[in-house]
């Protein structure tokens, strides 16, 4: 027996997977231990910065507007640019359009393990190297490492009932 669902990943469903799995991958430490390590690290900036306005308190209060700003304007530089690395780091990520991760695919399921096909390829991976099956907002991520996954969109599904048998096929396997 075998579950066969054909679908288009498009670049809004690629985005979504992406936001999904950084934050997926920001999730890996505890809420307690990023938050005191967040406590710490101000607490150490605090003490920096009050120990140097009490050293030079007579030194800070000559300190004009501009050299305020000349002081400032490498630390907005650095944010301004690390700003637009993100920005230009997220637009040169997204694949190619009808490559291997974008366009027109078709899904598999089979007691042996999942194909994937699509116009320039053909996978076969066996049901060993699936993590995990996640779904968000509608749409279904199958894991094959921490940060690969096959999408399956939302629409690939027609109605509840399909959705229910591809759940039911994936969880007899994993």
């Given at each position: 027996?075998?579950?066969i ?75 301004g ?11 040169f ?30 996978c ?51």
């Open positions: 027996m075998k579950y669902v054909t679908f288009d990943v498009d670049k809004g469903a690629y985005l979504k997977f992406l936001n999904f799995t950084v934050k997926r991958a920001c999730q890996t430490q505890s809420q307690f231990k990023a938050f005191a390590i967040n406590l710490v690290a101000w607490l150490f900036i605090t003490v920096f910065f009050m120990f140097i306005f009490q050293s030079f308190t007579s030194k800070v209060s000559s300190i004009d507007l501009s050299s305020a700003l000349v002081g400032a304007l490498p630390f907005c530089l650095i944010i640019y690390s700003m637009y690395a993100n920005f230009k780091a997220r637009k990520s997204i694949p190619n359009k009808q490559g291997i991760i974008l366009g027109a695919k078709s899904i598999e399921l089979t007691p042996e393990g999942i194909t994937e096909t699509s116009a320039v390829s053909k076969h991976y066996s049901w060993s190297c699936v993590e995990e099956v996640t779904e968000n907002s509608g749409d279904y991520y199958i894991f094959l490492d921490k940060m690969f996954a096959l999408i399956i969109p939302s629409s690939a599904f027609v109605s509840q009932g399909s959705i229910e048998q591809f759940k039911s096929y994936i969880n007899k396997y994993v």
